[in-house]
């Protein structure tokens, strides 16, 4: 088709492609962003590729798509996320027939990755971060009552982690080690924490400056 010739249109499909798929992956949208990100991505595919090479740039985008989604998940520290994008950018690009083509290709990626952003402003967000990083507010006025009185006297004291925080961890204190979640960063083994609040067994620290 003659619309594939245009260097641009490679920058349209990955760009909605991109867009619907992390979408999917940001808000809860019952899959219908998912549908359509697929379709998208695998139009360009077909259309620059041959076809018995088709299957492998699918598998290498979406080992990239996957990679993101297990980074906010489980891992929570951007490293994954980083490999997975560069993963996806690299999909497009070696599929393009051209250098100007790749790069269209390669910049609607991006630009369809910050885009999807703009959908939690519309949808309802898809909570994949919220347990694993406690940003839940863990007051008394919010249900937490059941706080054991010997860790909510760790309150404000400091101590040193045993272990990479990533975010979840070992930290001693006072010669007593115990687990530990960080407020969503990646603190290395040996660092100085403080204890900054407390739900039940549930501590989470910050690193102390």
């Known amino acids: 088709m003659e619309i594939f010739e ?3 249109i490679g920058f349209v499909i990955t760009f909605l492609g991109t867009l619907f798929l992390i979408g999917e992956v940001l808000v809860n949208i019952r899959g219908f962003f998912a549908l359509l990100g697929i379709g998208f991505i695998t139009v360009y595919f077909a259309a620059y ?18 990679l993101i989604i297990i980074d906010g998940k489980i891992v929570n520290d ?9 993963s996806m950018l690299t999909a497009v690009a070696l599929a393009a027939p051209d250098f100007t083509s ?3 290709a390669v910049l609607g990626v991006l630009l369809g990755s910050g885009a999807s952003f703009l959908f939690l402003k519309v949808f309802k967000k898809r909570e994949m971060w919220t347990k694993l990083a406690l940003k839940d507010q ?4 919010a249900g937490y009552n059941s706080m054991n009185m010997d860790y909510e006297l760790l309150v404000g004291q400091e101590g040193i982690t045993l272990n990479d925080l990533r975010p979840v961890g070992t ?9 530990a979640v960080s407020d969503g960063q990646w603190l290395e083994k040996g660092s100085k924490v403080k204890v900054v609040q407390v739900d039940g067994t549930k501590i ?3 690193k102390v400056s």
Request: aromatic share 10%.
């Open 6 to 8: 245009l260097q641009w």
């Open 49 to 66: 590729v041959p076809s018995g090479s088709v299957i492998l740039m699918l598998i290498i985008y979406f080992v990239g798509l996957l």
């Open 78 to 86: 951007g490293t994954l996320a980083t490999l997975g994008l560069a």
């Open 102 to 104: 790749g790069l269209y």
């Open 138 to 141: 863990l007051t008394k006025e």
């Open 171 to 179: 930290i001693k204190i006072k010669n007593k080690d115990y687990s």
């Open 204 to 206: 989470l620290v910050e």
